[in-house]
């Protein structure tokens, strides 16, 4: 039986029309045409509070965090885009890093991220494209055991780069965003085979 890879994609961001949700969803269209199953999400979908220890001490978990461990657990890898907030990582991303980190069960801390690889990426209105983002979110991803690929993308000028339907406008950022997908898709084919 042949391996097809499963990658878990999503944007740090919660607005609609984040360019980090746009950017990621072309890197899904490149993982998909290289044969791997990608479940998009929108984070929105899965409302979470600010990490707290109170709160995980008194009630546990939210519900949302454990839906997405589960999420997680079910993917070989994941595509993530990743704004740059004040030359950092979202404050949303990392509220989401922070509640699925969290053990659960017969799960350990960090269970849904160790093993796993990912391909980052990032889009901004600035020339940098969010690039000072990215090394925090593979410092991150790397302290859980995420083999962060070293293809990596920070789309500047973001704002100029998608037509209304959300395709990419040119060619380049077309091309370089599949190829993203794809060598995801690509390495956990070689890695399970």
Known sequence: M???????AFAG?????SLNKKTVAIAVEGARKAGAEVTFIDLKD???PLYDGDVEAESGLPENAIKLQELMMAHDGFLIASPEYNSGISGTLKTYIDWTSRPNGEHKAGACYGGKAAVIMSASPGGLGGIRALPNVKSILGTMGVHVLPDEFALGKAHEAFNEDGSASNEFVQNKLESLGKTLADFLTKLNS
């Open 46 to 48: 899965f409302p979470v």
């Open 2 to 8: 042949s391996y097809t890879p499963k990658i878990l």
């Open 13 to 17: 961001a919660l607005r609609k029309d």
